[in-house]
């Protein structure tokens, strides 16, 4: 960075990172630091009446009091903070003493990684703390944190702001301890799910990220080049035909935990990046699936949370089985009163032009459909809840309804007025499929930029023969979203895609003053 640019407390940094140096203190040392202990173990496994135990640990120093040749300082870990105990005559004995005095009380700045070497042992206040016996600098930090600090009713340096957080989520880790816990249950959220896959004896696989063709999804994709065979290549949208031509191929449950691309908006559900898990099992049907997919998200729930119910804003939301089952048909009458059973295309888009709802001219009959359904009815589903049952328009991959051929066999999981699932009765048939495919490339020859585009080779594959399959895709960021509690994408995701950043200016906006000179540190 241009010193020039440089903020007067990273100015002050800089210059304690040449003292040290000065003093023979390496603020960066290569050997490895040998951690035994942390903050969170040892404040469960302290008793009194146990023989002194010894500790190594390592940490970020968050906070210090200094009172002459005895100081404290909070040192947090991994798994929270602890109390540590400094003694300048037992940490710099004889004439060490005034490396103290410049060191640790004009050197050593919050910010700081440090390790501590002492035994543990509880304070006349009744705190576990460790008495430190050595002190070691493993990283000096040139920027002040925004320490969140309260007096007398006023806070100070809090790291609140959202596009800070999202733009600088390795600032927000460290300040705002709460954030943490949201990516933990992240990762129960997925371990939860991969442990119900393979206890039912599903495998886990991998299927292309850049593809030929956009399939497997109807949505705007993203392009690339590939240089070495001069053709482009397109960031997948879904892993759903590369997954189905496993079925093929001959495993009978396959399931990917896939990072998918959509070239469209960017909202409060929706980042251009995203993770899906797709999955597929052969010889089942959407009614299995349903019943599969309710009792997954049981399971999940009480994996992560210890309970059925989870609220999120101001509703409880229960995902105790079994869910509610409702027909789109019937779904669309009870919040329109419009039935579009037998309707053309010109008669759904008058009905939805006499909602309100604007329609495009590209839109064919399934677009209409789901605009109708989007704007009525989706929201207000709060309470998990399988809308079944699509016209076919709407689902080219899925196999027609058993009962009526203008209908799929399909279900989509509506919680919290958001999608959450995606599922069909998979269709197998490759002359059905080509024709979907065909129809598909009308739609874009219309406008319809979202249109599916044919995929000869799954076309050739479904040939070979498909077994009966079900399949199931659901959103993992709005599931986390849901198990957190979370009403924002962002929240979510440790990096979301943010607008690139405006150059910032020499008063940086997430630098803290320093210790001495922030009035909550009195």
Same mark, same amino acid.
């Given at each position: 960075?241009?010193?020039?640019?440089?903020?007067?407390?990273?100015?002050?940094?800089?210059?304690?990172?040449?003292?040290?140096?000065?003093?023979?203190?390496?603020?960066?040392?290569?050997?490895?630091?040998?951690?035994?202990?942390?903050?969170?173990?040892?404040?469960?496994?302290?008793?009194?009446?146990?023989?002194?135990?010894?500790?190594?640990?390592?940490?970020?120093?968050?906070?210090?009091?200094?009172?002459?040749?005895?100081?404290?300082?909070?040192?947090?870990?991994?798994?929270?903070?602890?109390?540590?105990?400094?003694?300048?005559?037992?940490?710099? =004995? $004889?004439?060490?003493?005034?490396?103290?005095? &410049?060191?640790?009380?004009?050197? /050593? +700045? #919050?910010?700081? %990684?440090?390790?501590?070497?002492?035994?543990?042992?509880?304070?006349?206040?009744?705190?576990?703390?460790?008495?430190?016996?050595?002190?070691?600098?493993?990283?000096?930090?040139?920027?002040?944190?925004?320490?969140?600090?309260?007096?007398?009713?006023?806070?100070?340096?809090?790291?609140?702001?959202?596009?800070?957080?999202?733009?600088?989520?390795?600032?927000?880790?460290?300040?705002?301890?709460?954030?943490?816990?949201?990516?933990?249950?992240?990762?129960?959220?997925?371990?939860?799910?991969?442990?119900?896959?393979?206890?039912?004896?599903?495998?886990?696989?991998?299927?292309?990220?850049?593809?030929?063709? =956009? $399939?497997?999804?109807?949505?705007?994709?993203? &392009?690339?080049?590939?240089?070495? /065979? +001069? #053709?482009?290549? %397109?960031?997948?949208?879904?892993?759903?035909?590369?997954?189905?031509?496993?079925?093929?191929?001959?495993?009978?449950?396959?399931?990917?935990?896939?990072?998918?691309?959509?070239?469209?908006?960017?909202?409060?559900?929706?980042?251009?990046?995203?993770?899906?898990?797709?999955?597929?099992?052969?010889?089942?049907?959407?009614?299995?699936?349903?019943?599969?997919?309710?009792?997954?998200?049981?399971?999940?729930?009480?994996?992560?949370?210890?309970?059925?119910?989870?609220?999120?804003?101001?509703?409880?939301?229960?995902?105790?089985?079994?869910?509610?089952?409702?027909?789109?048909?019937?779904?669309?009458?009870?919040?329109?009163?419009?039935?579009?059973?037998?309707?053309?295309?010109?008669?759904?888009?008058?009905?939805?032009?006499?909602?309100?709802?604007?329609?495009?001219?590209?839109?064919?009959?399934?677009?209409?459909?789901?605009?109708?359904?989007?704007?009525?009815?989706?929201?207000?589903?709060?309470?998990?809840?399988?809308?079944?049952?699509?016209?076919?328009?709407?689902?080219?991959?899925?196999?027609?309804?058993?009962?009526?051929?203008?209908?799929?066999?399909?279900?989509?999981?509506?919680?919290?007025?958001?999608?959450?699932?995606?599922?069909?009765?998979?269709?197998?048939?490759?002359?059905?499929?080509?024709?979907?495919?065909?129809?598909?490339?009308?739609?874009?020859?219309?406008?319809?930029?979202?249109?599916?585009?044919?995929?000869?080779?799954?076309?050739?594959?479904?040939?070979?023969?498909?077994?009966?399959?079900?399949?199931?895709?659901?959103?993992?960021?709005?599931?986390?979203?849901?198990?957190?509690?979370?009403?924002?994408?962002?929240?979510?995701?440790?990096?979301?895609?943010?607008?690139?950043?405006?150059?910032?200016?020499?008063?940086?906006?997430?630098?803290?003053?320093?210790?001495?000179?922030?009035?909550?540190?009195?």
């Amino acid at each position: 960075m241009n010193p020039n640019e440089l903020s007067e407390q990273e100015r002050v940094r800089r210059a304690s990172l040449d003292q040290l140096r000065q003093r023979g203190i390496e603020p960066y040392p290569a050997p490895l630091y040998p951690v035994d202990a942390r903050s969170a173990e040892i404040k469960e496994n302290f008793s009194d009446d146990a023989p002194q135990r010894q500790v190594t640990i390592a940490g970020r120093v968050m906070g210090r009091r200094i009172m002459g040749k005895a100081s404290f300082m909070q040192l947090q870990d991994s798994e929270g903070r602890i109390q540590v105990y400094v003694n300048r005559d037992e940490l710099c =004995p $004889g004439e060490d003493k005034d490396l103290y005095n &410049i060191v640790f009380k004009k050197l /050593l +700045d #919050i910010g700081d %990684y440090v390790g501590v070497t002492g035994y543990v042992f509880r304070t006349q206040t009744g705190e576990i703390s460790v008495h430190a016996q050595s002190l070691t600098m493993l990283s000096k930090s040139l920027r002040p944190l925004p320490i969140v600090k309260v007096k007398d009713g006023v806070t100070y340096d809090s790291f609140d702001d959202p596009e800070l957080r999202y733009r600088r989520r390795y600032v927000d880790l460290v300040v705002n301890p709460q954030v943490k816990e949201i990516f933990i249950k992240r990762t129960k959220v997925f371990n939860s799910m991969r442990e119900y896959f393979n206890n039912a004896g599903y495998m886990e696989v991998e299927t292309p990220i850049l593809q030929s063709i =956009p $399939g497997g999804a109807s949505a705007r994709p993203f &392009i690339t080049h590939h240089n070495a /065979l +001069d #053709i482009p290549l %397109y960031l997948r949208i879904a892993d759903e035909l590369y997954l189905k031509r496993l079925i093929v191929g001959g495993f009978e449950g396959v399931y990917e935990f896939s990072k998918n691309f959509r070239n469209e908006g960017m909202d409060r559900t929706h980042n251009p990046e995203f993770t899906c898990m797709e999955i597929y099992v052969a010889y089942k049907d959407y009614n299995w699936m349903m019943d599969f997919t309710e009792k997954m998200l049981e399971k999940i729930c009480l994996d992560v949370n210890g309970t059925t119910e989870v609220k999120v804003g101001d509703n409880v939301i229960s995902f105790k089985a079994p869910f509610r089952r409702v027909t789109m048909t019937e779904a669309i009458l009870e919040h329109t009163g419009f039935d579009i059973t037998g309707k053309t295309e010109e008669e759904l888009r008058a009905a939805a032009i006499g909602m309100g709802i604007e329609i495009d001219p590209s839109m064919g009959k399934g677009k209409i459909i789901d605009e109708i359904f989007g704007e009525k009815c989706e929201g207000t589903y709060i309470q998990p809840t399988f809308i079944t049952d699509y016209p076919i328009e709407m689902s080219p991959l899925t196999k027609r309804h058993r009962n009526n051929p203008e209908l799929t066999e399909r279900f989509e999981l509506m919680v919290n007025g958001k999608e959450l699932c995606n599922a069909y009765s998979e269709l197998n048939d490759p002359i059905d499929q080509y024709e979907r495919f065909v129809e598909q490339m009308r739609l874009s020859e219309k406008g319809d930029d979202e249109a599916m585009i044919i995929d000869h080779d799954f076309i050739r594959a479904l040939e070979y023969g498909m077994p009966p399959t079900s399949g199931m895709g659901i959103g993992m960021d709005r599931l986390v979203m849901l198990m957190t509690g979370q009403t924002t994408i962002q929240e979510v995701l440790l990096f979301p895609q943010m607008r690139p950043e405006k150059k910032a200016s020499t008063k940086d906006s997430t630098d803290a003053p320093d210790n001495a000179d922030n009035p909550a540190n009195e």
